[in-house]
RNA sequence: UGGUCGAUGGUGUAAUGGUAACACAACGGUUUUUGGUGCCGUUUUUCUAGGUUCGAGUCCUAGUCGACCAACCA
C-alpha cells in the first residue's frame, strides 16, 4: 500500500485520469505476442507492464496471440510463452488468439469494401512498393483502385475461395496515396498465403495484414489501453481510421520506448540466428537474454519483475546497464540461497598434524541472512581440497588468504596456518602443507588466533565431483546492433567456461533442479537440466561481488 | 533531404510553474567466521540560444543531436 506513494509512469498517469474522469469504470489491456520465438527480457518489461496495471487498477489482462502469420508461427512458441508468462508469475484472464477472428475479420473487410473503404489490386509486391511514393513525393494511385463494390466483393470473395496464387492480388484500405503518412497511402489489408496455419489449418489462404487484425483484435475484446512500443506510433493513425470506418470499439493505443539492455541483444530475429546457427545450445542457452535462458541460468522470476520495475517505463532511447539486472538477482539469491561449499579449481591441502584416518562432522548454517533454515553438518578431515586461488607463494600486500606463514580459518572449521608447500617439476604449486589448532573450532575457539581470511574447502575423501558452467556476456561490446558489420563477430569467445572436474560437499548431490545455491565466496550456482546421477552439472547465475581483485 | 517521437549525473527513472530527487554504478569508511550481506558517507545532473513569468527541467520559438517511418513481417 506505500507502494501507492511512489509516483506514476505516464501510462499509470494516464489511466488513472481516464478512471477518475469515469471514462472508464476499469480496463482491460492485453499482451499480444506472435508466436514466432521465445520471449525474452524485453518482453518482460511489457508483460509486467501489462498485467501490472491490471493490478494496480481495476481491471484485467488477456493474453492474445498475434498470430496472423502462417509462415512463421509455431505451437512450439505458443507453448513457450504460456509457461514463461506463469513463471514469471502472471495469470491472464483470458487466453485469445488473433486467428479465432479470422471470420470476424473477413466480414470486417466485406463491410469495407460495401462502404468504399477498401479495393482488391492486382499490382505486385515490386509495382507497390513503386507506386508508394517516399518521405518526399506523393503516392501515385492504383489502376484498380475504383473498381466497382461488386466487381471487389466477387474478387475479395475469389481469394478467399482460393482462385489464386499467392501475391496476385490483396485486398488494400481507400485511403490517400499523397498521405504523409506512408501507412496511410492504401496500405494492404489482406495478403493471399496457401499456406498450414498453426490453429486453422488450411481453412484459409487469405490472412489478414498486423494493421487489419491487431486493433481490430483490440476493439473485439474491449481491449480500453492498447500499449505497444514506439517504432508503432505511426501505426496509430491506421488504426484509428480502421475502427472508425468500421465502427467498432474505440481501443486506444499508447505506445512506450523498448528497452535495450548492453552486452545483448534482444530482437527475435537475431535471437533466431544466434539458434538456427548454433551460437548458442538453443532459446534457453543460459546465455540468452531470453525468459528460459534466464530461468536455465538461475534467474528468480522475482529478480526479473524487480529488474523491469526499477528500469520503469519511458518514451526516450535507452540503454539499461546489465549491472542493474545482476544487483536485483543477487538481491533475491542473497535472501533465498543455500549457502554451500564447492571448489572450482583444486588443490590439495594436508594438515599434517590431524590425525590420518579420522573424520569429524562440523555444523554450518545453511544462510546466515536467514537462521529459520538452520544448519547442517560437514564431514571434515586431514586432506581438503581448497580453492587455487587461495594460495599464494609471493603474497600480495593486503593478502588475507593463505601464504606461507600465513592463517586463515577455514570455513565453519579450525584456524591454520601454512607451513609448506609443494611444487612439480615445472614449478607449479601441487600442495599445501599446514597445521591446525584443534582448540580453534568453529562455535567452540577458545585460541585467541585471529586470522583475517576465511576460506571454503571440502573433504577430499567426502567429495562428489561437478561440472561447472562459468557464463560471462554473451557479447563484448555494449551495443552490438550498433557496431559495423554482422553483430554476431561481437560474439564474447569467452562467453562460457566449462570447469569439468570441480569438488562439491557430499550435500550437493541432492541438489534438485530449482533450488537456489551459493557457493560460498564464488556466486550463485542452480543445477542443469543436463545434469545425470554420476556427473551433477551448476550453472553460474552471476558471482559474487568481488572487492579484492 | 519530409513526417513523427524524444533529450535530466556514467546508466535508468522522478520532480505535473515553486529547494533537482531515488536507484544502480564508482569511490571511501564500518561491521562480518563469505574480501559476500548489512550500515554510514562522498563524487557526478536539467542539449543550446532566445522568450513568457515574481519564479522555468517543466510553457513558447528557433536550433542541435538521437530514434523511428517507403515488408504481401509483427
Not at 100 to 111: G, H
Not at 402 to 424: P, Q, W
Not at 457 to 475: E, G, M, P
Request: aromatic content about 12%; charged content about 30%.
Amino acid at each position: 500500500m506505500s507502494e501507492k506513494e511512489s509516483s506514476l509512469n505516464f501510462i499509470e498517469e494516464i489511466i488513472s485520469n481516464d478512471l477518475e474522469s469515469k471514462k472508464y469504470e476499469s480496463i482491460i489491456t492485453r499482451f499480444p505476442p506472435e508466436p514466432n520465438g521465445y520471449l525474452h527480457l524485453g518482453h518482460a518489461s511489457s508483460i509486467c507492464l501489462n498485467f501490472g496495471l491490471t493490478k494496480t487498477f481495476p481491471g484485467s489482462t488477456n493474453l492474445r496471440f498475434d498470430d496472423t502469420n502462417p509462415t512463421t508461427e509455431e505451437t512450439e512458441y505458443v507453448e513457450s510463452i504460456k509457461k514463461d508468462i506463469q513463471w514469471l508469475g502472471f495469470e491472464w484472464k483470458n487466453e485469445f488468439y488473433a486467428s479465432d477472428y479470422f471470420d470476424t475479420l473477413y466480414d470486417y473487410a466485406v463491410k469495407l469494401i460495401h462502404n468504399n473503404y477498401a479495393y482488391v489490386c492486382d499490382l505486385t509486391s515490386d509495382e507497390i512498393a513503386n507506386q508508394k511514393g517516399n518521405h518526399t513525393t506523393p503516392g501515385v494511385n492504383s489502376p484498380y483502385r475504383n473498381r466497382s463494390i461488386e466487381e471487389n466483393l466477387s474478387l475479395f470473395e475469389a481469394m478467399k475461395n482460393g482462385k489464386f496464387e499467392d501475391g496476385t492480388k490483396t485486398l488494400r484500405a481507400k485511403i490517400d496515396m499523397s498521405h504523409p503518412n506512408l501507412l496511410m497511402r492504401d496500405p494492404i489489408i489482406y495478403r493471399i498465403k496457401h499456406a498450414h496455419h498453426h490453429r486453422t489449418g488450411n481453412k484459409w489462404c487469405i490472412y489478414p495484414m498486423y494493421d487489419f487484425a491487431h486493433g481490430q483484435s483490440d476493439s473485439i475484446e474491449n481491449i480500453t489501453h492498447s500499449i505497444c512500443t514506439m517504432e508503432f506510433i505511426p501505426h496509430r493513425e491506421l488504426y484509428d481510421w480502421l475502427i472508425e470506418k468500421l465502427e467498432i470499439y474505440p481501443s486506444k493505443q499508447y505506445e512506450f520506448a523498448r528497452r535495450n539492455i548492453n552486452y545483448t541483444v534482444t530482437s527475435k530475429r537475431k535471437l533466431l540466428q544466434l539458434v538456427n546457427e548454433k551460437f548458442v545450445e538453443g532459446w534457453d542457452d543460459p546465455r540468452m537474454p531470453t525468459i528460459s535462458g534466464m530461468r536455465r541460468r538461475g534467474y528468480t522470476p522475482w529478480s526479473i519483475r524487480e529488474f523491469c520495475k526499477r528500469i520503469g517505463i519511458g518514451k526516450r532511447e535507452n540503454m539499461v546497464d546489465v549491472g542493474l539486472l545482476e544487483f536485483c538477482v543477487r538481491e533475491d539469491l542473497n535472501k533465498i540461497s543455500k549457502r554451500v561449499m564447492a571448489v572450482l579449481e583444486p588443490i590439495k591441502l594436508t594438515i599434517e598434524n590431524y590425525p590420518e584416518g579420522q573424520e569429524e562432522f562440523l555444523t554450518t548454517e545453511n544462510n546466515p541472512e536467514n537462521p529459520e533454515e538452520g544448519t547442517r553438518n560437514i564431514p571434515f578431515s586431514k586432506t581438503l581440497w581448497i580453492e587455487r586461488e587461495d594460495f599464494a607463494e609471493f603474497p600480495e600486500k593486503k593478502w588475507f588468504r593463505l601464504a606461507l606463514g600465513a592463517m586463515v580459518r577455514l570455513k565453519s572449521a579450525y584456524i591454520i596456518e601454512c607451513t609448506d608447500f609443494k611444487k612439480d617439476n615445472d614449478g607449479n604449486v601441487i600442495e599445501v602443507i599446514a597445521k591446525y589448532f584443534p582448540d580453534s573450532k568453529s562455535g567452540s575457539d577458545t585460541s585467541g588466533l585471529k586470522a583475517k581470511g576465511v576460506i571454503h574447502w571440502v573433504s577430499a575423501a567426502h567429495a562428489k565431483t561437478a561440472q561447472i558452467n562459468l557464463y560471462d556476456r554473451l557479447f563484448r561490446v555494449e551495443d552490438p546492433s550498433q557496431e559495423e558489420g554482422d553483430f554476431k563477430d561481437f560474439i564474447n569467445p569467452n562467453s562460457l567456461t566449462v570447469i569439468q572436474n570441480a569438488y562439491i560437499e557430499p550435500e550437493l548431490a541432492h541438489a534438485k533442479i530449482g533450488d537456489y545455491f551459493q557457493f560460498l565466496r564464488k556466486g550463485y550456482f542452480v543445477l542443469d537440466k543436463n545434469s545425470s546421477i554420476d556427473t551433477p552439472i551448476f550453472n553460474l547465475t552471476v558471482g559474487l561481488k568481488d572487492n579484492w581483485k
